[in-house]
């Protein structure tokens, strides 16, 4: 069980980013994401893509970030640039019960207190998009992104164009070539 816990999430700035957030959660291997602001239109969306392309993943907006990362009975992975080194960390991580904490703009100290491990994904500031979504791929060997997720609408790999199954329909279908 991995869940990520998004901290900071403002519905009128971050919308775009907690969207990306979620849904690389969802590609690389988490099984939850918790947004610790109330956000209807969030889950909206999420729960859009898992019904049309599959997977048991599941959002959860409005979770009080301090009650969830003190009530879990697992390991806390707090993605900080600050942190420890991700290749050193890595070997140590165990990823059943796993909660990873990204940040949106400045994350509060206590974070960095309540996390078990403080990791980086490099010493640059970059973003908890990516940083989440190394950490994920590495965590999992590289193996999750290219798992079937068993949804309604598959993506079939094309070299050129786009070629879309919809199982409503039962048929693949081609997209314009680029
Ligand atoms: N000063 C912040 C920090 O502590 O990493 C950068 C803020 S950044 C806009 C938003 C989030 O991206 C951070 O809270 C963190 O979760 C993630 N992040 C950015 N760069 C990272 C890095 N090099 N390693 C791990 N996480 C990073």
Redesign the pocket.
Known sequence: MIVVMRLGHRPDRDQRVTTHVALTARALGADEVWVSTKDPSLERSVKGVVERFGGDFTIKTGVEWRKAIRSWDGTVV??????ESLSEALPTIADDRLMVV??????PREVYELAHRN??????????VA?LAIFLDRLKGGKAVERDMKGRMRIVPNPRGKTVVDGREGKAREGAKR
């Open positions: 707090h993605l900080t640039m600050y942190g990204v940040g949106a703009e400045k994350v990791v980086s994904v490099g010493n640059q500031p970059h973003s908890e940083a």
